[in-house]
């Protein structure tokens, strides 16, 4: 077995030690190298070639933020951030990704426990590997080719659209979300993300998209016009009473290693809402979503894959695609069309 190669860079001596020792318990990750800061980073990572790299974006002397920059530009890697479960953390994060990171994972702390750390940060290493660094400039053409905003829709609708998403999913969810237009069906997302960082990433889309885009609540009703972002460690369920739809935010096992995870909230809407209701899986690894989405075509959903070519990961639409969950395969820059067609 041909093992991933990874690289840690965190001040914390602490953290270098325990993400060492866990990653060292799986059989297909090797552990390459740590530095305690970029500087230290730079000439190790070109002697010792990993195939990914963990980064810390709060620290002294240079901060991730910065390093990732230069990485992307002079030696570019698959890089995972690993953050503080905090506001700043989030906003550090996110526009780390916006910088060419594919991943992001929380420091442990509070309930969130070394054990759930070491199996999510596992599969974001595998996840991470499989990323192609060098689309980089082709996704920079296609976004430059992405059609205006969809204005307005004839009429409004009481569907309901759930949309999943995991690796790469930060930036495709932007590219679909900035495209509905202001009186779209509401807007149920789940994006494999740590606590609090979630919160950063719907104001972030709430500042650029026509619909308001929110961090969910227990109890949020589903409304024309709105997106609920899942909250990091929870899991989220479309509800319905009468003609009102809502979302119950709260805690359980992880599926799939994942809370919030795709699948609860696909099956969840295809009990809840069945043909009044739209899926669409995004880029990913796992198969996170994909039983779920089949679950609603079955009950009578529209449901949508974004194709390989346009995926980061191409592992939870492909699980989808195999399960003849499907209705429609689309690149990206079409699966907002594809739902709105479908409204």
């Keep these: 077995m041909k ?3 990874v690289f840690i860079v965190d001040d914390s001596a602490i953290v270098r ?9 799986f059989p297909d990750i090797e552990i390459v190298g740590t530095a305690p800061d970029p500087f230290v980073a730079r000439d190790k990572i070109v002697k010792l070639k990993p195939d ?4 810390d974006v709060e620290m002294p002397r240079m901060d ?3 390093f990732l920059k230069k990485l992307m530009r002079y030696y570019p890697l698959p890089v995972i951030i690993v953050s503080a479960l ?13 910088n060419g990171a594919v991943e992001v994972i929380g420091k442990p702390g509070g309930s969130y426990t070394v054990g759930d750390m070491s199996a999510q940060l596992a599969e974001k290493i595998r996840a991470a590997s499989r990323v192609k660094m060098t689309r980089k400039a082709s996704d920079e053409m296609v976004v430059s080719e992405r059609p205006e ?13 759930a949309i999943g998403a995991s690796t790469g999913g930060t930036e495709a969810l932007k590219t679909v979300l900035t495209k509905m237009p202001p009186n779209s069906p509401g807007i149920l997302v789940v994006q494999h993300m740590p606590a609090k960082f979630t919160t950063a990433f719907a104001e972030r889309l709430n500042g650029i998209c026509q619909i308001t885009v929110k961090e969910a609540l227990n109890n949020d009703s ?3 016009g709105t997106a609920l972002i899942a909250p990091g460690n929870y899991h989220m369920i479309l509800r319905r009473s009468g003609a009102r739809y809502y979302v119950e935010v709260k805690d359980g096992p992880m599926v799939y290693h994942q809370r919030p995870s795709v699948d609860v909230l696909f099956k969840s809407t295809a009990k809840s809402a069945g043909s009044n209701s739209i899926g669409a899986i995004l880029t ?11 679950e609603m075509k079955q009950a009578g959903a529209k449901t949508i894959a974004q194709d390989e070519r346009s995926c980061i990961v191409f592992g939870m639409p492909k699980e989808a695609i195999k399960l003849g969950a499907a209705d429609k395969v689309v690149p990206l820059i079409h699966v907002a069309e594809e739902i709105v067609g479908m409204v």
């Design 3 to 5: 093992k991933i190669r």
């Design 149 to 161: 905003p969809i204005k307005a829709l004839a009429k409004t609708s009481n569907k309901v659209i």
């Design 222 to 224: 589903v409304s024309p």
């Design 86 to 98: 905090t506001q700043k953390g989030g906003e550090m994060t996110l526009e780390a990704i916006e």
């Design 52 to 55: 990914v790299i963990t980064l």
């Design 17 to 25: 030690k325990i993400f060492s020792e866990e990653l060292s318990k």
């Design 284 to 294: 990913g690894m796992g198969a996170d979503g994909a039983q779920g989405l089949l």
């Design 64 to 66: 991730g933020l910065t």
